[in-house]
C-alpha cells in the first residue's frame, strides 16, 4: 500500500473500516435520500444523523446550510450537494501544507535527513501503536525509520514500542522510565546522523501529573528538536482515537494550542459507529487527516483520501448498480 496516495487497497480497506458507522448514523442517509420530496423535515433529519455521528453543531450547521443554498429539489440532487460539500470540508485542509513532509507540492526540497516527526495524543489514543503502523508503512516505501520512546512517564509505552521494534525491525532509541524526554529525542536524531536514518519518529507523554505539565513537556521537547536541526519537527502528528467522540475535539484544540499541529491520525475508525469527527477536525480546526487505522495490524494504516472516506460513510446512492 503506497502510504502517501491512493490506491485500491486503501480504498478498500477504509471502507471497511467505515462499515459500522455506515451501517448506523450514517446509514440513516440513504434512507432519508431514498425518497424523493426535500422538505424541512429531511433537512431536520439530515442535521440530526450529522450531529449523531460527531460532526460538531458548527460543521454540521455550516454544511447544511451549504448544501441548503443549492435549492435542491430531489432527494438525489441533495445526497450529490451533501457528497460534494462533505468532500470539500475535509479536502480544504489537505490542500494546504503546515509540515515540511506530507502534502508538500512537488518541487519543494525535502528537508535534510533526518526527517523529524514528533507524535503528539492522549493515553489510550493508540499512538504508540500508531507510531508503529507509520514506521512499518515507511519501511516499506524503502525508508530507514528510528524511533524514539520520549513517553517516559510510561515504562510500559517505553516496552510497548521496543516490542514493536523487534518484530517489525527498526530500532528504538530509550532511556529509563522518569528520565528525560527531550534528552531521549535528542540521542534519537544523533543516532540517526550516525545510522544514516531517513525519518525519526518521536513518541512523547500523553498525562503528566497535569494539562499544562504535558504541554510544557511537550514544548520542551519541541524546543530541543528546533535546536538540534536549526528547524522545528517536519511534522507533528496528532494521534486521535475516533471512538473518543467529541472528546476528540478538546483535545485537538490542547494539542493544537501548545505543539502547532501539523496533521492527524484518526486510530480506531474500525471500532466506531460514529466517523463524523473527521468533518469537525477539519471544519473547526483546519487540521488535514492524513491517515486512518483500518484494523489491528501492522500494516493497517492507510492514507486518507476525501472521495474514498465520503463515499465509505455515504455508500451507494439507492438504485445504483441496479
Known amino acids: 500500500m503506497r502510504l502517501f496516495g491512493r490506491s485500491r487497497e486503501s480504498d478498500a480497506a477504509t471502507g471497511e473500516a467505515l462499515a459500522r458507522t455506515r451501517r448506523s448514523f450514517f446509514g440513516r442517509l440513504g434512507e432519508l ?38 435549492s435542491p429539489r430531489r432527494a438525489s440532487d441533495v445526497r450529490a450537494a451533501l457528497r460534494a460539500e462533505l468532500i470539500r470540508i475535509v479536502g480544504v ?30 493515553n489510550g489514543s493508540g499512538k504508540t501503536t500508531g507510531i508503529a503502523r507509520l514506521a512499518h508503512a515507511y519501511q516499506q516505501e524503502g525508508k530507514r525509520v528510528l524511533c524514539a520512546a520520549g513517553d517516559t512517564f510510561r515504562a510500559a509505552a517505553i516496552e510497548q514500542l521496543q516490542e514493536w521494534g523487534r518484530r517489525l525491525g527498526f530500532e528504538v532509541i530509550a532511556s529509563r522510565q522518569g528520565g528525560d524526554p527531550a534528552a531521549v529525542a535528542f540521542d534519537a536524531i544523533e543516532a540517526a546522523r550516525a545510522r544514516g536514518a531517513d525519518v525519526v519518529l518521536v513518541d512523547t507523554a500523553g498525562r503528566l501529573q497535569n494539562k499544562q505539565n504535558l504541554m510544557d513537556e511537550l514544548a520542551k521537547v519541541r524546543r530541543v528538536i528546533e535546536r538540534h ?45 460514529k466517523g463524523g469527527i473527521v468533518f469537525a477536525i477539519a471544519g473547526e480546526f483546519g487540521l488535514p487527516v492524513r491517515f486512518v487505522g483500518t484494523g489491528q495490524g501492522p500494516g493497517d494504516l492507510a492514507p486518507f483520501d476525501p472521495e474514498a472516506f465520503v463515499d465509505g460513510l455515504l455508500g451507494e446512492p439507492a438504485g445504483a448498480g441496479a
Open 33 to 70: 435520500l431514498s425518497g424523493s420530496d426535500v422538505d424541512d423535515a429531511l433537512w431536520e433529519s439530515l442535521e440530526e444523523v450529522l450531529i449523531g455521528a460527531d460532526a460538531g453543531v458548527r460543521t454540521t450547521t455550516a454544511v447544511i446550510e451549504r448544501v441548503r443554498a443549492g
Open 229 to 273: 536541526l536549526a528547524r522545528g519537527p517536519d511534522e507533528v502528528l496528532l494521534v486521535l482515537d475516533a471512538t473518543t467522540g467529541q472528546n476528540g475535539l478538546s483535545q485537538a484544540r490542547a494539542f493544537t494550542e501548545s505543539v502547532e499541529v501539523t496533521a492527524v491520525m484518526l486510530t480506531k475508525l474500525d471500532g466506531t459507529a
Open 93 to 122: 485542509p489537505l490542500a494546504t501544507a503546515r509540515g515540511r513532509l506530507w502534502g508538500v507540492p512537488e518541487g519543494v526540497p525535502a528537508p535534510e535527513r533526518p526527517a523529524v516527526v514528533l507524535v503528539v495524543g492522549v
